[in-house]
C-alpha cells in the first residue's frame, strides 16, 4: 500500500488563508451581517468567494458584499458556533424562474351511446 508524504498529500489537512475573500452579507440592525448558509447535509457553513464576479455569478449582481480576509471571516463565526468555510462554491441552485401559469386542460364527458 502506497502511503502518502505530507508534501504529496493533494488535500492537506492544514488550513492556509485563501486571501482577501468577498462575503456575501445582508442588512442588519448594526450595518451588515454575514450570510450564513446549509450544506447538503445540513451543516451551517460561512460562504466567500475569491472574486466579485464569482460572487455575483452565483447570488446575482445586486448581492451586499464585505471584503475580509479568512482568518476574521472565521474569527466571526466561531462565536456563532460555525466552523466550515466553504470558498468558491461550484455546486448550487439555479435562480429561481417564477412558474409558468398552469392551463386547464378540459374534460371530455362520456355519454351513454358515444364511441369514445
Known amino acids: 500500500m502506497l502511503q502518502l508524504l505530507c508534501d504529496d498529500d493533494p488535500e492537506p489537512s492544514e488550513r492556509t ?3 482577501p475573500l468577498y462575503v456575501p452579507v445582508r442588512p442588519g440592525p448594526a450595518g451588515c451581517a454575514t450570510r450564513l448558509f446549509r ?3 445540513g451543516g451551517r457553513t460561512a460562504v466567500a468567494f475569491t472574486s466579485v464576479r464569482r460572487l455575483a455569478g452565483t447570488f446575482g449582481p445586486d448581492q451586499q458584499w464585505i471584503r ?25 441552485a439555479p ?4 412558474a409558468a401559469r398552469a392551463v ?8 351513454e351511446g358515444s364511441t369514445r
Open 39 to 41: 450544506t447538503p447535509l
Open 104 to 111: 386547464p386542460i378540459p374534460a371530455f364527458r362520456i355519454t
Open 68 to 92: 475580509l480576509s479568512e482568518p476574521a471571516l472565521r474569527a466571526l463565526m466561531t462565536p456563532l458556533g460555525v466552523t466550515a468555510l466553504t470558498v468558491d462554491p461550484s455546486l448550487s
Open 17 to 19: 488563508p485563501a486571501g
Open 95 to 98: 435562480t429561481a424562474v417564477p
